[in-house]
């Protein structure tokens, strides 16, 4: 069955420092996608980035971006120069061939002025 | 384009009562969802579309109904409303792209809904 998992129910990071959020997922499939999705304190679900299985190199948007390792099923979001509007909840994704996307449970980032 | 909008934002209903939450996508995605999310949880999905007509159970179908008549609209009926069924729900919409490992969702701003 596929699996998602979020280790880090919580994180703190100084602003303008980096932060890695981890995201492990376990599947038999070869074709699947890796989504980033950011919650803020308001609610809304935000995509923010997208690895597919077979993407030779790892998604970059601005200062996201997704360290995919496929050996160790390992998809880590980084975020560079953490700014305070970053403080939010942080979801990992998993979509294999299909229509039914899988979340993890989340890791809550707290940035420190 | 207005993506995906919800309403309404906040509602409070009394045990049994029953109300529709409605979504529209104005993006001509094909596949659409609903999902709802504990506090401090992450999100579940409750039944999916893909595409007018064609309507299929989630993880956590019970109490809840859908149907999808057109391609903008994707109604969720909650019967008999339980203190259960509190929390938070979502539609998303995605283009449906074949193959499905590379659809991204494109969520609406949530309901919160209470049951008391």
């Known amino acids: 069955a596929q699996k998602i998992t979020q280790t880090q129910p919580g994180m703190f990071v100084q602003e303008k420092e980096a932060v890695t959020l981890d995201c492990t997922y376990d599947t038999s499939d070869q074709s699947y996608g890796l989504f980033w999705y950011k919650q803020p304190s308001s609610g809304e679900m935000i995509f923010l980035i997208y690895?597919?299985?077979?993407?030779?190199q790892n998604a970059t948007e601005g200062r996201y971006s997704l360290n995919f390792q496929k050996a160790r099923k390992s998809a880590n979001l980084v975020i560079s120069a953490s700014q305070l509007g970053d403080s939010a909840m942080y979801f990992c994704?998993?979509?294999?061939?299909?229509?039914?996307?899988?979340f993890g449970a989340g890791t809550r980032l707290f940035v420190k002025a | 384009n207005a993506g995906v909008t919800q309403t309404p934002k906040f509602r409070i209903l009394k045990i049994g009562q029953s109300m529709t939450l409605q979504c529209t996508q104005d993006?001509?995605?094909?596949?659409m969802y609903w999902y709802r999310q504990d506090p401090g949880m992450g999100l579940k999905l409750i039944y999916y579309?893909?595409?007018?007509?064609?309507?299929d159970k989630g993880e956590v179908p019970n109490g809840y109904n859908v149907s999808r008549s057109t391609t903008e609209d994707f109604p969720l009926r909650l019967e008999l409303a339980a203190p259960s069924q509190t929390s938070v729900y979502f539609c998303a919409s995605s283009y449906g792209a074949s193959g499905g490992y590379t659809d991204t969702q494109y969520f609406g701003p949530g309901t919160r809904l209470t049951v008391l």
């Open positions: 993006m001509n995605h094909n596949y």
């Open positions: 579309s893909v595409g007018a007509g064609i309507t």
């Open positions: 994704a998993f979509l294999t061939g299909g229509f039914k996307t899988i």
């Open positions: 690895q597919g299985s077979y993407d030779e």
